[in-house]
């Protein structure tokens, strides 16, 4: 009995945790370790119903990570009504706590879901396996099988081909092209421990084995070497193969149509103004965007630079240069504002002279307006225009007569 404690306590060391099977057998267990919790059948019924909405998940990679990374990732992916809560259980593998049943099913049943390119695993949790046993069936994905002859695209012979590249969950027999090809979709449930399925055959009496192309929508990585998800070829093995080697490969994967126009039919780009102009947002040429200088315009010459002002038809005829002209209109515009000032001030002058016979007379304009508080101000006068000598008695007289 001493040597098998021991042995216990060189499993532990040696970084293996023992199984609690393997304690019981041998160890005794006192009172206040035999005290039970119970937990009653109604309590347990409440328990049940809010482990509806458990999932458990993986991510399907050898490297570390932050698991608060993915959950924030995640979070932001689902964009579900309530944040659910997520929990880390063991090495790589998390508890997601859901809210009502709309969440539960998005995060479940819908896929694939990616973390930074690697896939991640996520299935319905009851709540009372152990976690470290749980074995995961597979990931939900779309794939595409091309080249179907049009008088076998019955959807039992898509169902028959579909089911060689896992469990069948939707068929599309007339989707929406968004991708390349002549295609049927469909959505299944891949085994992620076998190699992804690059082809289905099909008999047919008028041309016996025809393959068709499987491809795929949004998958996570893979190895191009075996197939399978969780690394890269060049972790396969020791990452060395050449490319004649490598059986599995981005042809695999279901390209997505342009949606940019044809050249012909694109919409031309209103025109902006700019600083030389308008300029088209087309894609003209930068020569026509540019402003010409004068070298482009031929100006850097001094001939040119002299005969401007001249005109190639009309040789012949005597320049006037524009120096001139101006000092000549400067100079009428200015006799003759001399000549318009002298007459008006005549006119004036003969008018204010002269009686017009049958006139109203005009009377004299009225004295300018004074405030009160500025007449009090003015002193008085006598009539040799000496201040009058004013007494207390006065100016209160003269304030109530105002």
Known sequence: MAGEPAAVGSDI???????????????????DELDDVVIGSEDAKEYQKEA???????VLTQRSFSSEALFEKMKSVWNL???PICREVGENLFIFQMHCLGDWKKVVHQGPWTFRGWGLLVEDYDGLSDTEKFIFSGMQVWAQIHGIPELYRKKEVIDDLARRVGMVREIQMTPKLYF????????????????????????????????LAVKYEKVPFFCKRCGLFGHDHEECG????????????TWMLAVRKSSQPPQELRRSTPRVPTRGGFSSGGGSSATAQRKRSSGDAGLDKDDDLLTTAESPLKDNMQI???EKDVEKSARKKLE?????????????ESLEGSEIPGAPEVPPPPPPYVKNKDRSKVRKLDENGNPLATSAASSEEDRRAQ
């Open 13 to 31: 060391a040696g970084g293996q945790e023992p199984e609690i099977e393997d304690l019981l057998s041998h160890l005794e267990l006192n009172e």
């Open 180 to 211: 390349e090809g002549n295609y049927v979709r469909f959505r299944v449930k891949i085994d992620v421990t076998k190699p992804l399925m690059r082809f289905v055959s099909l008999t047919i009496p008028e041309l016996g084995k025809k393959r």
């Open 336 to 348: 003759l504002d001399v000549k318009t000032t002298d007459v008006n001030e005549t006119e004036t």
């Open 320 to 322: 006037v240069p524009v």
């Open 81 to 83: 009504s309530r944040d």
């Open 238 to 249: 020791d990452g060395v193969w050449e490319e004649k080697q490598l059986q599995y490969g």
């Open 52 to 58: 509806r909405w458990l999932a458990i998940g993986k």
